[in-house]
């Protein structure tokens, strides 16, 4: 997306979000029917019993829409299909399977001053089964993630703050709104892609920064990459055509933080 494009659209999303925030818990019985349908919106929240959900044959893709939420991936010896125990839960919370894909949907609970606990969501891998994709959506809240591995991760998050710990797959794609994206400890072999529009993402990359072939994008935000920085009002690029994994970053107004360890 060009740079000047994202700079506007951020503005647009700011202000769609504080006027969603304040209106939707008067609207929230709409969740139920028409385009708000999708969105899986409760008025209030109250407590149901713990999940423990088996895939009923061999499956590879994830999406996880959770919102005030812990997931721990694991690897199993003694199962044979992906298996997924899940606490603290609250009305709406549901674990499905979709297609070719498992589905963990944790809905917004839209009553302003009601405090619930964070759900604790634990993964487990069979040792033959190696993760396709796995991808996290998440509006508004608190995710942290941990031990991830898998082909190709994808993480959307629009205001929310997302925590990684130890990651490792062949691509990532990060995309934050107005978000706060934090991931340590990530080995990419591929591809990395960077998305910010008026948020921040924070990696820390395994290897040296000459291992990357790097492309900056830049508007009114700031940039760095390993010892190199960059910020203006107008695109900048770089690249460096000798790392063997692609870094893309593409900033508008926000920031963006990578290093590299050695």
């Known amino acids: 997306m060009k740079t000047i494009y994202k700079v506007l659209i951020s503005f647009g999303i700011g202000i769609c979000l504080i006027f969603a925030g304040l209106s939707i818990g008067g609207l929230s019985e709409l969740s139920e029917v028409g385009l708000l349908g999708h969105l899986n919106l409760k008025w209030g929240s109250y407590e149901i019993d713990d999940r423990d959900f088996t895939a009923s044959h061999d499956m590879d893709n994830l999406v996880v829409n959770v919102h005030n939420g812990s997931v721990q991936f694991h690897t199993a010896t003694d199962i044979e299909n992906i298996r997924i125990t899940a606490s603290h839960l609250y009305n709406g919370f549901d674990i499905y399977q979709k297609g070719d894909k498992i589905v963990i949907d944790q809905p917004h609970y ?50 929310g703050r997302v925590k990684v710990d130890y990651l490792e797959c062949d691509e990532l794609k990060v995309n934050t709104a107005m978000g706060q994206t934090s991931l340590q400890k990530v080995t990419v072999h591929e591809k990395v892609s960077i998305d910010v529009g008026a948020g921040s993402a924070s990696l820390r990359l395994t290897g040296h920064e000459s291992d ?33 994994i692609k870094l893309d970053v593409d900033c508008g107004l926000g920031n963006v933080n990578i290093e590299m360890e050695d």
């Open 110 to 159: 839209w009553w302003f001053g009601q405090k619930y606990e964070r759900s604790q969501i634990d993964i487990y891998i069979p040792e033959h089964i190696s993760l396709d994709t796995v991808k996290f959506n998440m509006s508004a809240g608190v995710l942290n993630v941990h031990d991830l591995k898998a082909k190709t991760v994808k993480m959307d998050t629009a205001a």
């Open 212 to 244: 990357y072939d790097a492309s900056v994008s830049v508007g009114l935000g700031n940039v760095r990459v390993g010892d190199t920085s960059f910020s203006g009002i107008a695109d900048r690029n770089s690249h460096d055509n000798d790392g063997k």
